[in-house]
């Protein structure tokens, strides 16, 4: 039996939403392996949350620059942007700690 010793490129993507001029979220980046990372890297320098789904970053990387999510994606990006506005409330928190 032969091993497999392949390792996954890595994919990114990331999303804007403006809900005044928006009608969805849309893809503002995507890029895989050595872009994927810089993506990442980017958002974390940005403190930017980054959420980790394999599967929802290949479909979303199918999507061209500035076109909005499909109305099937919805519910599981509803479910990100709710995660990451709950980032945003417990940072603010903490900053106002200090």
């Given at each position: 039996?032969?091993?497999k010793?392949?390792?996954?490129?890595?994919?990114?993507?990331?999303?804007?939403?403006?809900?005044?001029?928006d009608?969805?979220?849309?893809?503002?980046?995507?890029?895989?392996?050595?872009?994927?990372?810089?993506?990442?890297?980017?958002?974390?320098?940005?403190?930017?949350?980054?959420?980790?789904?394999?599967?929802?970053?290949?479909?979303?990387?199918r999507?061209?620059?500035?076109?909005?999510?499909?109305?099937?994606?919805?519910?599981?990006?509803?479910?990100?942007?709710?995660?990451?506005?709950?980032?945003?409330?417990?940072?603010?928190?903490?900053?106002?700690?200090?």
């Open positions: 039996m032969a091993e010793n392949e390792k996954k490129i890595k994919t990114a993507v990331a999303l804007g939403y403006d809900p005044n001029e009608g969805a979220p849309k893809v503002i980046a995507s890029g895989k392996g050595a872009l994927a990372e810089k993506i990442i890297e980017q958002a974390k320098e940005n403190k930017i949350p980054v959420h980790e789904d394999s599967k929802l970053a290949d479909t979303l990387s999507l061209e620059i500035g076109e909005m999510i499909p109305p099937e994606l919805y519910e599981v990006v509803a479910e990100i942007l709710v995660f990451v506005d709950a980032m945003d409330k417990i940072k603010a928190k903490d900053k106002s700690r200090h």
